[in-house]
């Protein structure tokens, strides 16, 4: 089946999918572009920090994309069979990725047809037309004083969101003090009846990450071994004490905004000019996933810079659970030549990309030589909360060590033995054996989560 | 100081789990830093928070016990490319345990070993010997406080034979392999050994050390092997009884070979002596199933002795197929008890058995020394539908040898190539043996036929891509280590 724009019609739900597609058929939107064989596919960067991965069959016009979309098939397949219909010679031909390649496996391990072809509802046979996504909205015209009233009520918003938010954190240091009055040992015992209220209370005062804080802090409490609890506690309480009193102190402060009520969108930060940036060849060392209360799935992608500067980097996206098991962006091992661009922050960690950029050097020139880890591993983590001691999660590169254990609980052991940290979860069988030259791991300041590193049988990741 | 601080913590601690107020407990210092600011208790958390932070770490309840250190093989670990393909095998593909046991003998046979953070076996009783020290390590690692650990080590470190003083050091994987070597070497050293190490063990060990008698059985060994006939166990009697058959040691009682006998006639064919065993049609369940028992039970030598035939040879050459479960039951007894000249008469009549379970064709193949084996598996090829499974079954250890010349004129092999040609249409059923197929194909092929096997299966439709085409190309990646034995050596 050739791919034509009529096709291309035929497959879009509605009109606005394809004026939506049209605006993303610029060049700059899509740092890749390739093909083999009857497959095309291409990374387009949209709101997340992560870029969306959309991949389309030729043959049967099957396609994927990792965004979040609930329209099938989203605005980024259609751009890209779009650009692919129309030039065919801007996509390169290139070896088939590995998140292509299990695109396809995945296809055929379900639906064990190739031929299938994508039914197209009648209701979407509706006018739609390529050509009327193509026409220009006309531009509206500013009035300065419709301009002048939207951003006074703007700032009043913004007042009255601050305003709300401070109740909000009044309450929460009120809350957190009766949970010392009653006895932690009972917030302990009954963590979610107790945080559910107040963290209702904070979504209220438009405190939303502080909110999904208190919400996540059962089940994050419940993860920690019994006997470590009470000062994961006290250091999750003393954190939240510190946070709510340096934005009281400072409510226009971008990073402690950010961790009380809500973070800026990507377009924002790639459009700060003060914002930090950095091009350097990054590796994926790790992702984390996981489901919150809220209904939300949180995807962490850790990155370790190759070259000078800020050695990590944090990708963080979020999106709805509903929207069933989403494709992870890179794989573990992967390098990638990019400029990120930094959140602010005392200690700049969460990124988004700004631009990537094709990487002339095989991926194993960078991958095989990891920087040499500090003897001290901890001290990066002292010198973070010097800086921003609200920090928690802080990524670190461990020295040569082993993994040992001591009862059910695994350890991160130093090879000189004069340093052992806890892990968070039981690693895989083969982990244990190796003798891990370097590793890269995220401390919380109670346990290791650990990510990936080098051993003597090469590369390894927690997550094989 | 760090103990007073750590003693403070603790009496903070202590408050704050039961309630109240923790202020006058906290260091003087603390107190005067929070003394003007509001809710002092509060600032008191966040001063303590910090404390911990900085200053503990959580230590071991109980002594650290490392893992010893995973060992290597014999063999180097596969290739860059060849590993993403076991990855894409294992994640995309999701191969079974028992598939995965295949690939692991192909990469044995191409020289190489499996990277253990790609995969680490569960199971290891399918996979080649070398992996017996990953087993050890695996037994060492479940159970440290057994000290099972430290004994591993101590093995790792010997590197000595074996012997009735190190015998108990042994793990039961090692050991076997340490045995296995001492007998190529020394194999009277090894029966006395066993004479009298062998009753300490469980029958399961007992069993599998056995088993090692398998390849270079001698007559020497018939003194130890007729000792175990009063072994406790069954299982362990009857391996005995069948190495002794091959010997030429009969062991059966008179009255069950006459009444096996009387399942089949034996008939002159011409005046030169010639003979023709044919099985007798029976009548009813009951009866197949006593003369499947006692074709277990018995040897070939009993049933040439019950039908008055003077040789096992005799039997194997004049043996008419004529009932595939007779024939089958033949040839399973070939294998298990017949003389290495009768299992190579056998196997090289393989063409004339059709309808014999791969089992038993697997059986009796692993009786053939691997010459014998590369000489015969063509003729297996020629006779296999289009999932190979006979073939792979056959192989043995010997995988990735089979070349295109081979596979081109194979009924299989074109049946398999139409059946690709009409994927799209073709049923359920179809599209399960391609996969099947091509997936056999990868394991069996020579390298170089691999290559050409995907561009055949490309140009007859499958995209380059396709999953189906995932063994066949690690096929591809897997050029032969030379500088290392054998697979089939191993």
Same mark, same amino acid.
């Given at each position: 089946?050739?791919?034509?724009?009529?096709?291309?019609?035929?497959?879009?739900?509605?009109?606005?999918?394809?004026?939506?597609?049209?605006?993303?058929?610029?060049?700059?939107?899509?740092?890749?572009?390739?093909?083999?064989?009857?497959?095309?596919?291409?990374?387009?960067?949209?709101?997340?920090?992560?870029?969306?991965?959309?991949?389309?069959?030729?043959?049967?016009?099957?396609?994927?994309?990792?965004?979040?979309?609930?329209?099938?098939?989203?605005?980024?397949?259609?751009?890209?069979?779009? !650009?692919?219909?129309?030039? @065919?010679?801007?996509?390169?031909?290139?070896?088939?990725?590995?998140?292509?390649?299990?695109?396809?496996?995945?296809?055929?391990?379900?639906?064990?047809?190739?031929?299938?072809? =994508?039914?197209?509802?009648?209701?979407?046979?509706?006018?739609?037309?390529?050509?009327?996504?193509?026409?220009?909205?006309?531009?509206?015209?500013?009035?300065?004083?419709?301009?002048?009233?939207?951003?006074?009520?703007?700032?009043?918003?913004?007042?009255?969101?601050?305003?709300?938010?401070?109740?909000?954190?009044?309450?929460?240091?009120?809350?957190?003090?009766?949970?010392?009055?009653?006895?932690?040992?009972?917030?302990?015992?009954?963590?979610?009846?107790?945080?559910?209220?107040?963290?209702?209370?904070?979504?209220?005062?438009?405190?939303?990450?502080?909110?999904?804080?208190?919400?996540?802090?059962?089940?994050?409490?419940?993860?920690?071994?019994?006997?470590?609890?009470?000062?994961?506690?006290?250091?999750?309480?003393?954190?939240?004490?510190?946070?709510?009193?340096?934005? !009281?102190?400072?409510?226009?402060?971008?990073?402690?905004?950010?961790?009380?009520?809500?973070?800026?969108?990507?377009?924002?930060?790639?459009?700060?000019?003060?914002?930090?940036?950095?091009?350097?060849?990054?590796?994926?060392?790790?992702?984390?996933?996981?489901?919150?209360?809220?209904?939300?799935?949180?995807?962490?992608?850790?990155?370790?810079?190759?070259?000078?500067?800020?050695?990590?980097?944090?990708?963080?996206?979020?999106?709805?659970?509903?929207?069933?098991?989403?494709?992870?962006?890179?794989?573990?091992?992967?390098?990638?030549?990019?400029?990120?661009?930094?959140? =602010?922050?005392?200690?700049?960690?969460?990124?988004?990309?700004?631009?990537?950029?094709?990487?002339?050097?095989?991926?194993?020139?960078?991958?095989?030589?990891?920087?040499?880890?500090?003897?001290?591993?901890?001290?990066?983590?002292?010198?973070?909360?010097?800086?921003? =001691?609200?920090?928690?999660?802080?990524?670190?590169?461990?020295?040569?060590?082993?993994?040992?254990?001591?009862?059910?609980?695994?350890?991160?052991?130093?090879?000189?033995?004069?340093?052992?940290?806890?892990?968070?979860?039981? @690693?895989?069988?083969?982990?244990?054996?190796?003798?891990?030259?370097?590793?890269?791991?995220?401390?919380?300041?109670?346990?290791?989560?650990?990510?990936?590193?080098?051993?003597?049988?090469?590369?390894?990741?927690?997550?094989? | 100081?760090?103990?007073?601080?750590?003693?403070?913590?603790?009496?903070?601690?202590?408050?704050?789990?039961?309630?109240?107020?923790?202020?006058?407990?906290?260091?003087?210092?603390?107190?005067?830093?929070?003394?003007?600011?509001?809710?002092?208790?509060?600032?008191?958390?966040?001063?303590?928070?910090?404390?911990?932070?900085?200053?503990?770490?959580?230590?071991?309840?109980?002594?650290?016990?490392?893992?010893?250190?995973?060992?290597?093989?014999?063999?180097?670990?596969?290739?860059?490319?060849?590993?993403?393909?076991?990855?894409?095998?294992?994640?995309?593909?999701?191969?079974?345990?028992?598939?995965?046991?295949?690939?692991?003998?192909?990469?044995?046979? #191409?020289?190489?070993?499996?990277?253990?953070?790609?995969?680490?076996?569960?199971?290891?009783?399918?996979?080649?010997?070398?992996?017996?020290?990953?087993?050890?390590?695996?037994?060492?690692?479940?159970?440290?406080?057994?000290?099972?650990?430290?004994?591993?080590?101590?093995?790792?470190?010997?590197?000595?034979?074996?012997? $009735?003083?190190?015998?108990?050091?042994?793990?039961?994987?090692?050991?076997?392999?340490?045995?296995?070597?001492?007998?190529?070497?020394?194999?009277?050293?090894?029966?006395?050994?066993?004479?009298?190490?062998?009753?300490?063990?469980?029958?399961?060990?007992?069993?599998?050390?056995?088993?090692?008698?398998?390849?270079?059985?001698?007559?020497?060994?018939?003194?130890?092997?007729?000792?175990?006939?009063?072994? #406790?166990?069954?299982?362990?009697?009857?391996?005995?009884?069948?190495?002794?058959?091959?010997?030429?040691?009969?062991?059966?009682?008179?009255?069950?070979?006459?009444?096996?006998?009387?399942?089949?006639?034996?008939?002159?064919?011409?005046?030169?002596?010639?003979?023709?065993?044919?099985?007798?049609?029976?009548?009813?369940?009951?009866?197949?199933?006593?003369?499947?028992?006692?074709?277990?039970?018995?040897?070939?030598?009993?049933?040439?002795?019950?039908?008055?035939?003077?040789?096992?040879?005799?039997?194997?050459?004049?043996?008419?197929?004529?009932?595939?479960?007779?024939?089958?039951?033949?040839?399973?007894?070939?294998?298990?008890?017949?003389?290495?000249?009768?299992?190579?008469?056998?196997?090289?009549?393989?063409?004339?058995?059709?309808?014999?379970?791969?089992?038993?064709?697997?059986?009796?193949?692993?009786?053939?020394?691997?010459?014998?084996?590369?000489?015969?598996?063509?003729?297996?090829?020629?006779?296999?539908?289009?999932?190979?499974?006979?073939?792979?079954?056959?192989?043995?250890?010997?995988?990735?040898?089979?070349?295109?010349?081979?596979?081109?004129?194979?009924?299989?092999?074109?049946?398999?190539?139409?059946?690709?040609?009409?994927?799209?249409?073709?049923?359920?059923?179809?599209?399960?043996?391609?996969?099947?197929?091509?997936?056999?194909?990868?394991?069996?092929?020579?390298?170089?036929? $691999?290559?050409?096997?995907?561009?055949?299966?490309?140009?007859?439709?499958?995209?380059?891509?396709?999953?189906?085409?995932?063994?066949?190309?690690?096929?591809?990646?897997?050029?032969?280590?030379?500088?290392?034995?054998?697979?089939?050596?191993?």
């Amino acid at each position: 089946m050739s791919l034509s724009t009529s096709k291309i019609t035929e497959l879009a739900p509605d009109q606005e999918s394809l004026n939506a597609a049209n605006k993303l058929m610029k060049p700059n939107k899509w740092p890749c572009l390739a093909q083999h064989e009857h497959l095309v596919w291409g990374e387009c960067q949209g709101s997340g920090a992560n870029p969306y991965r959309t991949v389309f069959d030729q043959v049967n016009l099957g396609y994927k994309c990792t965004c979040p979309s609930r329209k099938f098939p989203c605005k980024h397949v259609l751009a890209l069979m779009w !650009m692919f219909a129309e030039a @065919p010679s801007n996509f390169a031909p290139a070896d088939v990725p590995t998140w292509v390649s299990d695109w396809v496996g995945r296809r055929r391990n379900t639906d064990g047809s190739n031929s299938k072809k =994508p039914e197209v509802p009648a209701s979407n046979k509706q006018a739609k037309s390529l050509i009327a996504a193509q026409l220009a909205e006309p531009e509206k015209a500013i009035d300065p004083e419709i301009e002048a009233r939207r951003k006074a009520a703007s700032q009043k918003r913004s007042q009255a969101t601050q305003q709300s938010i401070a109740t909000g954190l009044e309450e929460l240091q009120q809350w957190l003090a009766d949970q010392l009055r009653s006895g932690l040992s009972t917030l302990v015992s009954d963590p979610t009846s107790r945080c559910r209220t107040i963290a209702a209370r904070l979504v209220d005062a438009k405190a939303q990450a502080m909110a999904s804080r208190l919400d996540e802090l059962p089940s994050r409490i419940l993860l920690v071994p019994s006997e470590w609890r009470i000062d994961w506690l006290i250091q999750e309480l003393g954190r939240i004490v510190l946070i709510c009193r340096a934005w !009281m102190a400072d409510p226009d402060d971008a990073e402690l905004t950010r961790l009380v009520g809500s973070s800026e969108t990507r377009d924002s930060i790639i459009a700060l000019n003060d914002a930090p940036r950095l091009c350097s060849v990054w590796e994926v060392i790790g992702e984390q996933v996981s489901t919150r209360r809220d209904g939300l799935v949180s995807q962490s992608t850790w990155l370790m810079n190759h070259g000078d500067g800020q050695r990590f980097a944090l990708l963080l996206d979020y999106f709805p659970a509903s929207l069933g098991k989403r494709s992870s962006s890179f794989s573990v091992g992967e390098t990638i030549l990019a400029e990120l661009v930094f959140y =602010p922050a005392r200690h700049p960690l969460r990124a988004v990309i700004a631009e990537r950029k094709q990487v002339d050097a095989p991926n194993a020139t960078f991958s095989d030589c990891w920087p040499i880890p500090s003897s001290d591993p901890l001290s990066v983590y002292r010198d973070v909360l010097k800086l921003s =001691p609200w920090s928690s999660d802080v990524p670190l590169l461990l020295p040569r060590g082993r993994l040992a254990q001591s009862g059910a609980q695994t350890w991160w052991q130093s090879e000189d033995e004069s340093l052992c940290l806890p892990i968070m979860d039981k @690693p895989q069988k083969s982990i244990l054996g190796l003798e891990l030259h370097t590793a890269a791991a995220v401390w919380d300041g109670m346990a290791l989560k650990l990510l990936s590193g080098r051993s003597q049988w090469g590369p390894w990741s927690y997550d094989n | 100081m760090t103990t007073d601080l750590l003693k403070s913590l603790d009496d903070l601690k202590g408050i704050w789990l039961m309630g109240g107020s923790a202020i006058d407990r906290a260091p003087k210092l603390w107190q005067d830093a929070v003394r003007d600011l509001e809710q002092q208790e509060l600032a008191l958390v966040a001063l303590a928070g910090q404390a911990i932070s900085f200053a503990l770490q959580p230590m071991p309840t109980r002594q650290l016990v490392v893992s010893p250190i995973l060992p290597a093989l014999p063999l180097p670990a596969t290739p860059e490319p060849a590993r993403q393909m076991i990855r894409f095998l294992l994640k995309v593909v999701k191969l079974t345990e028992a598939q995965m046991a295949d690939v692991i003998r192909l990469l044995t046979a #191409r020289g190489y070993a499996v990277n253990p953070i790609d995969y680490m076996p569960r199971n290891y009783s399918q996979l080649p010997d070398l992996y017996s020290v990953w087993e050890a390590w695996d037994r060492a690692e479940k159970a440290p406080a057994a000290g099972t650990a430290s004994a591993f080590q101590n093995v790792s470190a010997l590197q000595n034979e074996i012997d $009735a003083e190190n015998w108990d050091q042994w793990l039961p994987a090692e050991r076997r392999m340490a045995l296995a070597e001492l007998r190529r070497q020394r194999p009277r050293e090894v029966r006395e050994l066993l004479a009298d190490k062998l009753p300490t063990l469980p029958a399961e060990e007992r069993f599998r050390i056995l088993e090692l008698f398998n390849d270079n059985l001698c007559p020497e060994d018939q003194a130890f092997l007729e000792g175990l006939m009063q072994d #406790r166990s069954s299982k362990v009697k009857q391996l005995a009884q069948s190495y002794l058959a091959r010997l030429g040691v009969s062991t059966c009682l008179d009255e069950d070979s006459i009444e096996f006998a009387q399942f089949f006639t034996a008939t002159n064919v011409d005046l030169n002596g010639i003979l023709k065993i044919t099985a007798n049609p029976l009548k009813t369940p009951a009866q197949k199933k006593r003369r499947a028992v006692l074709a277990s039970k018995l040897s070939l030598q009993c049933l040439a002795t019950g039908l008055k035939i003077a040789s096992e040879e005799q039997l194997v050459h004049g043996w008419d197929h004529v009932d595939p479960q007779a024939s089958d039951e033949f040839v399973r007894m070939v294998a298990a008890t017949g003389s290495e000249k009768s299992v190579a008469s056998l196997a090289r009549r393989i063409e004339s058995l059709d309808g014999i379970s791969a089992e038993a064709l697997q059986l009796l193949f692993q009786r053939l020394s691997p010459q014998v084996r590369r000489e015969l598996l063509p003729r297996v090829l020629s006779n296999d539908d289009a999932t190979f499974a006979a073939t792979l079954m056959c192989c043995g250890n010997m995988l990735g040898e089979i070349a295109m010349e081979q596979l081109v004129p194979t009924l299989a092999f074109n049946e398999l190539l139409k059946i690709c040609r009409e994927e799209a249409s073709a049923n359920v059923l179809k599209k399960d043996k391609l996969r099947q197929g091509l997936y056999t194909l990868g394991l069996i092929a020579k390298q170089s036929a $691999a290559s050409e096997l995907l561009k055949m299966f490309t140009n007859a439709g499958l995209f380059a891509s396709d999953p189906l085409l995932s063994v066949l190309k690690l096929n591809t990646c897997l050029p032969h280590n030379d500088c290392l034995p054998r697979g089939d050596d191993l």
